[in-house]
Structure formats: structure tokens, C-alpha cells
């Protein structure tokens, strides 16, 4: 059974920093690419980041660029997104999220989620 | 990146048709999923790669496309079935984009 369990989440003030973690099961964790998914309050979803199966690629929305940095260990089948400069609008609840790939030519790309986690708030707030 | 329009809500009687239509530009050429979310819980991927159904998901849910519009159909619709959907697309190459969402509600 595939299962992301995120942590990390918390109250933090703006500007402050914050590192949140996923644990990934019943899946070979390395095969996939992974994702960071979120959701402001009584909002819809917002795409954030995701990283190729190797780390060697990564993306980001437009408003999280310079300050959010997604990262994987295969190892220890974990996924991170540290967040640095937080604001209000920052707050979300943050899903991680497996991603679902197009392969053409012995190339992946993401091109949707098959699974989610359970989601992890983070609250910006003074 | 683009947008993916969705209409924000719509509701339908139990045992009716209910059709959810997502529109971008560049979905004719695009991969679409859809994902439903019930309050306080994470979403659920029932559609993926246009029109193929994960497996335990009703055979009620399936989709379709014309053009720049695709949509996702639920037959048969049940009191369960009331949740939040949304359209989810690519933008460049590797980068996802979702739709504002549609609040179903089930009369």
C-alpha cells in the first residue's frame, strides 16, 4: 500500500523558515517523480514544486522560486521542501504527493498525481 | 503558465448525469487528470491520462474531450459522489497546473 506521511508543519512567523519532510512506503520510491502540493484555506489546489526520480531536475511555481528548494533522499525514501521567507501567503496545508509519468523515448516527465498524503499546515503568522 | 477554467459550482439530483467540463488552450495536447477531495481530506486521483480510470474508482466516473474542453462525467450520481473536483494539466515541461475547482453538490 503506498502510503506519504508528511511532518514539519507548524506555526512560524513571516520571514521565518521551516523544512518539511515526507516519508514514502509501499512503493520503490526512487522509480518515481515526487511533487509538493498545497492548499491555502478554503482555497483549491496549488502546484509548488517536484523533482525528477534522480534529484537531477526540479521546478517551481512562479512565487515559491528563490525561496523554496525541494529535494530527495532515495536511501532514506524521503522527500523535503525547505521554505525560507515566508509570508501569509505561504499558508497552507502542503501535500506530497506521487507523481503519475509520460515516458517517450527513455525520457520521464510528470504529468500528473496518482497518490497524496495527508497534508502538513503551515501557518505564517506574528 | 495557463489558466484551467472550471465552473466553481454546480449540483445535481441524485441518480443524474453530472458533467464537469475543465478548459485550457493547450489541453488538446496535454495529458488531463482529475482529482476529487471531500472537506477535510486529501484528494483523490479518479481520472488519469485523459480517460483512464484507477482501479476502485466507480465506473460511474469517466471523461471525455472536445477541442480545448475536456470533461468528467459522473453517471448514476450518489450522495458520496458530493466533493470538490479539480483538472489538473502540464504547462512547459514539468510544471502542473490545476483548475480553481468545481463544489458538486449533490441535492
Known amino acids: 500500500e503506498v502510503q506519504l506521511v508528511e511532518s514539519g508543519g507548524g506555526l512560524v512567523q513571516p520571514g521565518g523558515s521551516l523544512r518539511l519532510s515526507c516519508s514514502a512506503s509501499?512503493?520503490?520510491?526512487?522509480?518515481?517523480?515526487m511533487s509538493w502540493v498545497r492548499q491555502a484555506p478554503g482555497k483549491g489546489l496549488e502546484w509548488v514544486a517536484n523533482m525528477k526520480q534522480s534529484g537531477s531536475e526540479t521546478y517551481y511555481v512562479d512565487s515559491v522560486k528563490g525561496r523554496f528548494t525541494i529535494s530527495r533522499d532515495n536511501a532514506q525514501n524521503s522527500l523535503y521542501l525547505q521554505m525560507t521567507s515566508l509570508t501569509d501567503l505561504d499558508t497552507a496545508i502542503y501535500y506530497c504527493?506521487?507523481?503519475?509519468?509520460?515516458?517517450?523515448?527513455?525520457?520521464?516527465?510528470?504529468?500528473?498525481?496518482?497518490?497524496w498524503g495527508q497534508g502538513t499546515l503551515v501557518s505564517v503568522s506574528s | 503558465s495557463y489558466d484551467l477554467t472550471q465552473p466553481s459550482s454546480m449540483s445535481v439530483s441524485p441518480g443524474q448525469t453530472a458533467r464537469i467540463t475543465c478548459s485550457g488552450y493547450a489541453l488538446p495536447h496535454r495529458y488531463v487528470y482529475w482529482y476529487q477531495q471531500k472537506p477535510g481530506q486529501a484528494p483523490v486521483l479518479v481520472i488519469y491520462k485523459d480517460t483512464e480510470r484507477p482501479s476502485g474508482i466507480p465506473e460511474r466516473f469517466s471523461a471525455s474531450s472536445s477541442g480545448a474542453t475536456v470533461t468528467l462525467t459522473i453517471g448514476g450520481v450518489q450522495a458520496e459522489d458530493e466533493a470538490d473536483y479539480y483538472c489538473?494539466?502540464?504547462?512547459?515541461?514539468?510544471?502542473?497546473?490545476f483548475g480553481g475547482g468545481t463544489k458538486l453538490t449533490v441535492l
Open positions: 489538473q494539466s502540464t504547462d512547459i515541461f514539468g510544471t502542473l497546473v
Open positions: 509501499g512503493f520503490t520510491f526512487s522509480s518515481y517523480w
Open positions: 504527493a506521487r507523481g503519475s509519468a509520460h515516458c517517450h523515448s527513455g525520457d520521464c516527465f510528470q504529468t500528473g498525481v496518482d497518490y
